[in-house]
């Protein structure tokens, strides 16, 4: 499948641009396109990200995926850093979104994440950024043994329709904590519990799955939703 380099504009102290990957699939199915924002740990060119690009194009959907700047320049300089604040985050990632939107005019768009990824995307519609719908791979309702530490307080804002993909064993989300917090999301939610799975997505062993079945039942429920959710491809 097609994959092509994105340099997004952005006026930002970094060594070089912003760098992203639009993969493309095959042929235009016409679905959605879809924003797929990397978690605080690692950037764009993690294996899950990269496969899940990947994965999602097969399916139907071109997919960009980006660094953050603080990513960007690990990348550039080849050290660690921490994730930058919330407001540079903002920054960046809405400009990704009008990227895409530039390549793919009146096109249904999705705002997409992992982890804090999706986080930022979330927040970035709460507070008004135009896009149709939200996918969530693991959001992070909580740090770490944390639960009174919800990062709900804004889904009363989010009216899009919204998949959270989430696994039983993920640390930064207690389920019944989220199901609680689904209540209150104004729009229409759906929420898929991926059995045995961490935060990011790995099972034990002794559950018998492998990584490539984990990643096809994420992509299997969006398609599926996007399918519920938008009705009949355009």
């Known amino acids: 499948m097609p994959r092509e380099p994105i340099e997004i504009p952005v006026d930002l102290d970094t060594p070089g641009p912003i760098r992203g990957w639009l993969d493309l699939p095959d042929e235009d199915s016409g679905r959605a396109v879809l924003l797929l924002a990397h978690g605080a740990g690692v950037g764009m060119e993690s294996p899950f990200m990269a496969e899940t690009a990947e994965d999602l194009s097969a399916a139907g959907f071109p997919v960009m995926r980006f660094h953050y700047a603080y990513a960007q320049r690990m990348l550039d300089e080849g050290k660690r850093r921490p994730p930058d604040r919330r407001p540079l985050l903002e920054t960046v990632h809405r400009q990704a979104a009008a990227t895409l939107r530039t390549r793919f005019p009146g096109r249904r768009l999705l705002l997409a994440g992992k982890s804090m990824g999706g986080r930022m995307s979330s927040y970035l519609v709460a507070t008004g950024e135009p896009a149709d719908g939200l996918v ?22 989010l009216e899009v329709p919204a998949l959270f993909l989430q696994g039983t064993r993920d640390a930064l989300c207690e389920l ?59």
């Open 176 to 234: 019944d904590l989220l199901r609680d917090a689904l209540t209150r999301y104004a729009g229409p939610a759906h929420l898929h519990v991926v059995e045995g799975a961490d935060h990011g997505f790995a099972v034990l062993k002794r559950s018998g799955r492998t990584a490539e079945e984990i990643r096809s039942e994420l992509i299997s429920e969006v398609v599926s939703w996007e399918a519920q959710s938008f009705g009949a491809l355009t």
């Open 136 to 157: 969530f791979f693991g959001y992070p309702l909580h740090p770490p043994k944390r639960p009174d530490r919800l990062r709900s307080e804004h889904f009363g804002d």
